[in-house]
């Protein structure tokens, strides 16, 4: 991704080139986004049919969680709006209001994505002015390792060099301690002005070389391992990521053209490998195509991103559980705020300092959104989640949740991934329900909200009506070449 941003944005002012190792490859999973990546991907110029086409992509309009409030309950974290606007309060406050009168039905009524996600439906919609309507924001699932593959050939259309092999050993600048090269395993000498270290949670120059630093959050988000495997397709092709609670974790289920990615995030003190494999075997909806691979990890963030000319992007920056699918979207800010700083010349601490900040404000408020799901769990009786729902969080989260609970109000900081909504449909999804809601909701006649309420789930629901099912869209829009499909 960030070869291909560079490609696309600094050549041919600048030499750009990739050195990667297929003796090592790529971790290969992360196959969920959110909608940012369509930014990514049109800011960059690539057409998304030919893009879901190569990745045996689909669309997602959400995530389901099941089991993460009570055992027995379920919500969707659904892109797109919440409602509707009705005046100066945001909608949840008249839901709210509606609640206690006995009107208003589960949140999902009032969404689009959730409604579109129950029918199994898809369309790009982009609604006439003065419509009610909200447009269709989506995001994609994709198979990761055909991604790289598709960026690859971009970034070398657009003139980046891309030189394979194993990087035994990094030089530095005798004077000021920059790294001045990097030397491959076949002797190849490759020297930089700057160096964007993507070489995974080995974090190759950032850690081994310039010993950046770790904040460990592994006392808040404490799955340490992942099992994935994939199995066959099964119908229909749903437009959601699935998130299931289990005894020490959770369980993924992507749906891709050519398969369905699975995986169980568990913690390894309470639960063995080989157990969290036999749950995650007995639970595909199609048949096994690997064995299950063991992926280790650590979570929380490297101190420093950007140290000395050396600026960590992805896995070597850092690590948040792919609970909200948001580990790639962290890739793209990355390279929108190198882009944004990128030095004229020498490299100054204040543009290092501004990429720091910025970089450690930003995984922290998605830290604290993905310790949410966690701690405002419903599971008792199971050891690990019990020991969640008790501990202490961090300051900031504790803050917004005694907010909403007490007055129905989110209020994200300034430059938060995660906005109202996002936090509204995991709060109310996990019985986080607000003691009291804004007085203006007040104002409006009871008859007027219950006609509002009944009209926006009717429109909501005749918009769904006119778009096509999932599968059958991806089908006809993107269809992944049969020859690929079985590679
Ligand atoms: C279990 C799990 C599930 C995930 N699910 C999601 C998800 O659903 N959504 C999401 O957004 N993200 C997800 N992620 C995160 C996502 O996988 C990564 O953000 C993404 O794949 C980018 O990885 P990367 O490029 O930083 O590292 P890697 O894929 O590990 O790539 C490292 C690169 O560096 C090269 N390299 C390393 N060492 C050397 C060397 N010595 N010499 C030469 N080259 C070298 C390798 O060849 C490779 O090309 C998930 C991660 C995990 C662990």
Redesign the pocket.
């Known amino acids: 991704m960030t070869a291909a941003a560079l490609g696309r944005f600094c050549v041919p002012k600048m030499d750009v080139v990739l050195?990667?190792?297929d003796e090592?490859?790529?971790?290969g999973?992360?196959?969920?986004?959110i909608p940012s990546i369509k930014m990514f991907n049109d800011s960059l110029g690539i057409d998304e049919a030919e893009f879901l086409a190569a990745t045996g992509g689909t669309y997602k309009l959400g995530i389901a969680f099941e089991g993460w409030g009570r055992p027995d309950q379920g919500y969707v974290h659904a892109f797109g709006l919440v409602g509707s606007a009705l005046g100066v309060v945001p909608f949840h406050h008249y839901w709210l209001r509606g609640l206690k009168l006995g009107i208003s039905k589960p949140l999902g009524h009032y969404v689009l994505h959730t409604l579109a996600i129950a029918a199994n439906r898809f369309d790009h919609l982009s609604p006439p002015a003065n419509s009610p309507l909200p447009p269709l924001p989506y995001a994609f699932h994709f198979d990761?390792s055909l991604y790289a593959k598709f960026l690859r050939g971009f970034a070398e259309k657009l003139g980046v060099v891309r030189q394979e092999?194993?990087?035994v050993a990094v030089e530095r600048d005798q004077h000021n301690g920059d790294v001045s090269a990097v030397v491959l395993a076949n002797g190849t000498r490759i020297s930089g002005d700057l160096f964007i270290d993507?070489?995974?949670?080995?974090g190759?120059l950032i850690e081994q070389e310039l010993e950046a630093g770790f904040e460990d959050w592994t006392h808040w988000l404490q799955c340490d391992r992942?099992i994935?495997v994939p199995c066959s397709r099964v119908e229909p092709l749903t437009p959601l990521t699935r998130s299931i609670a289990r005894k020490a974790g959770w369980q993924w289920r992507i749906p891709l053209q050519h398969r369905i990615g699975n995986?169980y995030?568990f913690n390894s003190d309470h639960i063995s490998e080989d157990e969290a494999a036999s749950t995650l075997l007995a639970n595909l909806d199609g048949e096994a195509m690997a064995e299950p691979r063991t992926?280790r990890?650590k979570t929380g963030r490297r101190s420093k991103t950007w140290v000395r000319n050396v600026v960590a992007i992805?896995?070597?920056s850092g690590f948040i559980e792919?609970l909200e699918?948001?580990?790639?979207?962290l890739?793209q800010t990355a390279i929108t705020r190198l882009i944004e700083l990128l030095p004229a010349g020498e490299i100054t601490d204040a543009t290092r300092d501004d990429y720091n900040a910025r970089a450690a404000f930003e995984m922290e408020r998605i830290r604290d959104f993905i310790i949410l799901h966690y701690h405002a769990n419903r599971r008792e009786g199971d050891a690990f989640w019990d020991g969640l729902r008790k501990m202490q969080v961090p300051e900031p989260l504790q803050h917004k949740i005694d907010l909403f609970r007490s007055t129905g109000r989110v209020v994200p900081s300034f430059d938060e991934l995660f906005d109202t909504r996002a936090w509204i449909h995991v709060m109310i999804g996990q019985d986080i329900i607000p003691e009291t809601y804004h007085p203006i909701a007040d104002q409006l006649p009871e008859r007027r909200l219950k006609e509002f309420l009944e009209g926006l789930e009717r429109a909501h629901l005749e918009q769904v009506r006119r778009m096509p099912d999932h599968g059958a869209f991806v089908a006809k829009f993107a269809p992944m070449k049969q020859e690929m499909a079985q590679a």
């Open positions: 050195v990667e190792s090592i490859g790529i971790v999973v992360g196959e969920a986004t990761a092999g194993k990087i993507c070489s995974g949670f080995r190759l992942a994935a995986g995030v992926i990890f992805g896995l070597s792919p699918s948001t580990s790639i979207h890739i």
